[in-house]
């Protein structure tokens, strides 16, 4: 079995990946009607984010592709008053991250990617102020493994 490598993802491909878990994320049916969807930021009001915290190309194949791995933070902002309210909120990443944990029925990834496995954490709150006004933001970390097939940049000198 080939030895596990630790070498870091580029720009470019961080890039690519960042630009299709927005995608995917928008498909996701658990994100409410009335939030916006965000890559690596938060937006004043309701508002869903996807962030990534590092990734590693952990293997690399005979045809140039490659096994890597990304930590990635899922985020839902809202303004919750009641405990019912804060309860739903928390459900809404706690749903985002059991779909995503299903890899079975995710939308496939483009440029010969495709999503392996998604371990996801128990969700927590953090409460931030957005422009004078509180809001309470719950999150989820979860790793993301996947398979580039093919040839491609993956230069860590990016």
Do not use: H
Request: glycine share 6%; charged share 25%; hydrophobic share 35%.
């Amino acid at each position: 079995m080939p030895e596990e490598i630790k070498e870091r993802l580029s720009k470019t491909e961080y890039d690519k990946v960042g630009e299709m878990l927005l995608e995917l994320i928008a498909e996701c049916p658990y994100i409410p009607k009335d939030a916006k969807i965000k890559y690596n930021a938060l937006e004043v009001g309701k508002c869903v984010s996807i962030s990534t915290a590092g990734g590693n190309i952990k293997k690399r194949n005979v045809l140039g592709g490659f096994t890597a791995e990304l930590v990635i933070r899922i985020m839902y902002q809202s303004f919750p008053k009641t405990n019912a309210q804060m309860i739903n909120a928390q459900a809404v990443v706690d749903d985002i991250a059991g779909w995503l944990e299903d890899i079975q029925n995710l939308p496939s990834m483009t440029g010969n990617r495709t999503i392996t496995k998604i371990t996801t954490s128990g969700s927590f709150s953090d409460v931030i102020e957005v422009e004078g006004d509180k809001s309470t933001v719950y999150a989820a970390d979860a790793v993301m493994e996947y398979e580039v097939v093919g040839n491609c940049e993956t230069s860590s000198k990016s």
